[in-house]
């Protein structure tokens, strides 16, 4: 596999924070300049995706560890784990698409841009060799650090395009 996909880090401190509404936009911005995207959420709660007496979910519930379901547009997996996957395993599975943006694992190694939120956030969470930008609704100074505007994705998808590409 040779692919040049671009891995980039969405993180803030608790719920709330944006990260989610930020990775709309992103997503809008960089799907309108061309680009093939794909995400990774990342669920510290857990969650399931199967609806109760859904053939996937009776496939599950029978004894199956692993349920594929998939149509001519679309593939899910669902797979029972004895521990969570690795982040870098995970990546590998999209890197078929130009770039893949990462919400959540505040404590992983990728580059990151921050959501600060006035009001919910505390303090900056991210190590600044670490951090692309803060995107955030207040004037901050964070020495050597490029603070956008947290709705400002046209200036936060030109700097993921000047990402270099994720290698492992």
């Known amino acids: 596999?040779?692919?040049m996909s671009k891995v980039v880090n969405i993180v803030g401190s608790g719920s709330n924070v944006?990260?989610?509404f930020l990775l709309e936009g992103l997503i809008k911005e960089l799907k309108?300049?061309?680009h093939s995207v794909a995400t990774i959420k990342h669920d510290v709660h857990g969650f399931d995706i199967d609806k109760k007496g859904k053939d996937t979910y009776k496939h599950r519930e029978a004894g199956s560890e692993t349920v594929i379901i998939?149509?001519?547009n679309r593939l899910a997996m669902i797979k029972e784990l004895e521990e969570e996957?690795?982040?870098n395993n995970i990546i590998e599975m999209v890197l078929d698409k130009d770039i893949v943006l990462v919400e959540g694992y505040k404590k992983s190694d990728l580059r990151k841009i921050e959501v600060y939120r006035d009001g919910v956030?505390?303090?900056i969470i991210?190590?600044?060799?670490?951090?692309?930008?803060?995107?955030?609704?207040?004037?901050l100074n964070v020495d050597d650090?490029?603070?956008?505007?947290?709705?400002?994705?046209k200036a936060m998808a030109d700097l993921i395009e000047k990402e270099k590409n994720f290698k492992f």
Not at 133 to 139: E, L
Not at 145 to 153: H, Q, T
Request: charged share 35%.
């Open 121 to 123: 956030s505390k303090n």
């Open 1 to 3: 596999m040779n692919y």
């Open 18 to 20: 944006g990260k989610t």
């Open 85 to 87: 996957t690795n982040l």
């Open 32 to 34: 309108k300049r061309g």
């Open 145 to 153: 650090v490029k603070i956008v505007f947290k709705e400002d994705y």
């Open 70 to 72: 998939s149509s001519k």
């Open 126 to 139: 991210t190590p600044k060799e670490k951090l692309i930008a803060i995107a955030s609704d207040k004037k």
